[in-house]
């Protein structure tokens, strides 16, 4: 079964600090890889994806994440960091071509400190 | 342009009762996807509704049902309530099965067994 692993369940980052947010993920076909956002009381939000193509990715809010097919990484990177990007994080996988679902990692509490 | 809408927005009910949740997708958008995301977990896909047909399951028992309405509107059931139900349930829209295109979620209902 395909499986997505967040290596960080918490990371606390001072504010303008860069951050790395960590995911690895099991495929042996094609995925599209995917990186939502959840804020306090709220449903999730795509942050970026990736279907084919360039390996760095660009999303909102200042994110990117590069896809490295031989490590099986999709990691998410900020340059800098501000308070309003606390919040959870979860990767996401589709688990093969014609699956219609996504398979979340557990998630990564990002906590920016002033 | 509205967005996905979820009702109700919390629920408390009791072992072994039945509830029902409700979900209007995004305007355009035809295909409905449930999930459960317990306490510190990620979501967890039950099942996709499409033409008002289950079209994907996940590993979820039969006291989780479902359905679709011809507005594409969607209702998520679960029978014979167990506490291990509590969790916030999502519901995500996208276009024709089209994960590709990304799913946009509520903010979700927080049901709490007791």
């Known amino acids: ?13 001072f ?5 790395e947010l960590r995911c690895n993920y ?6 599209y890889l995917f990186w ?3 804020y306090p009381n709220q449903g999730l939000q795509l942050l970026l994806k990736y279907l084919s193509g360039s390996t760095l990715v660009k999303g909102i809010n ?28 979860f990767c996401a996988v ?12 557990q998630g990564t509490r990002l906590t920016i400190n002033p | 342009d509205a967005g996905v809408t979820q009702s109700p927005t919390h629920l408390i009910k009791t072992r072994g009762q039945q509830v029902t949740l409700r979900c209007s997708p995004k305007s355009g958008h035809d ?13 967890q896909f ?15 028992p039969d006291r989780f049902s479902g359905h679709q309405f011809p507005n594409y509107s969607s209702e998520l059931n679960v029978n014979a309530l167990w506490l291990g139900d509590s969790a916030l349930y999502l519901c995500a829209s996208s276009l024709k099965q089209r994960i590709a295109y990304g799913y946009t979620f509520g903010s979700g209902t927080r049901l709490t067994v007791v």
């Open chain 2, 31 to 43: 295909t409905v996807s449930w999930y459960q995301q317990a306490l510190g977990q990620g979501p």
């Open chain 1, 15 to 19: 504010e303008e600090a860069p951050v």
């Open chain 1, 94 to 105: 589709r688990p093969g071509q014609g699956a219609q679902k996504l398979v979340f990692g």
């Open chain 1, 1 to 13: 079964a395909q499986s997505v692993t967040q290596l960080d369940s918490q990371v606390p980052v």
């Open chain 1, 26 to 31: 099991s495929s042996s076909v094609s995925v």
């Open chain 2, 46 to 60: 039950i099942f996709q509704y499409y033409e008002e047909e289950e079209r994907q399951r996940g590993n979820f």
């Open chain 1, 36 to 38: 939502y956002v959840q």
């Open chain 1, 62 to 89: 200042g994110f990117e994440a590069e896809f490295n097919k031989s490590q099986t990484s999709f990691h998410l990177r900020k340059p800098s960091v501000h308070i309003s990007d606390t919040a959870e994080y």
